[in-house]
């Protein structure tokens, strides 16, 4: 029996959000458990708040009710600085834009959240090096962002989501800003780094072909979290 808590808990969580007068209840009482090792799609229709369950998930935002629970950890009577840091240790994103920081090589941009996360820069680029390797961009490590293409972008992407070993991955549509053939290869390797590092993945996608090769699919509709 697996004896370590399950990677990533939602109990119950609400959002909502206030727009002047009125009040848009995006997420009524989510539910969902990751363990770790597991890769999970989480689809729904458009505006139903994927994106918002992400957030609350990796501690960028504050739920209204309800409770995050994060290897073992529950965050809501956290302060700012502990959530901060239990993210940082803890949790790893990849967006549908790489968000990379242009003015840094691709081996840099993996290096510069280990540093912030307390590595030595030593134990950092090689920590970083060993990712882009594995990710296929041994002779892109001194490239910055404008030299490489939309593929190798997001595999960067990837690799720095990975650097801190997070216990959870949350991705938003990682693939959709891609044409189908890198959209592919960038899932395939995806898949594999988080099965071989046994990180809980949580991915948000519309496409039904991606979803279907994950370990399970949720559904999220209505502000509630279902099997498919």
Request: hydrophobic share 45%.
């Amino acid at each position: 029996m697996n004896s370590l808590p399950a990677a990533l808990q939602l109990i119950d969580v609400r959002r909502t959000y206030v727009q002047g007068a009125t009040s848009i209840e995006v997420l009524r009482g989510a539910a969902l458990e990751l363990e770790p090792g597991e890769i999970v799609a989480l689809v729904g229709p458009s505006g139903a708040g994927k994106s918002t369950l992400l957030h609350l998930a990796g501690l960028l935002e504050r739920h209204d009710g309800g409770e995050v629970i994060v290897a073992g950890q529950p965050t809501g009577p956290l302060g700012d600085r502990q959530r901060t840091a239990l993210r940082r240790s803890y949790i790893g994103f990849v967006y549908q834009f790489h968000h990379l920081l242009p003015e840094f090589s691709a081996l840099e941009n993996v290096v510069v959240p280990q540093m912030i996360a307390g590595k030595r820069r030593a134990s950092a680029r090689a920590r970083a090096e060993e990712l882009l390797v594995a990710v296929g961009l041994a002779d892109r490590l001194d490239h910055r962002p404008a030299r490489l293409s939309g593929g190798e972008q997001q595999r960067v992407a990837i690799a720095r989501a990975l650097a801190n070993a997070p216990r959870v991955l949350l991705a938003d549509e990682p693939t959709g800003n891609l044409d189908q053939k890198t959209a592919d290869i960038v899932f395939d390797l995806l898949l594999r780094l988080a099965h071989d590092t046994s990180v809980a993945a949580l991915i948000a996608t519309h496409n039904p072909a991606l979803a279907a090769r994950m370990d399970r699919t949720l559904v999220l509709d209505q502000g509630l979290v279902g099997t498919a």
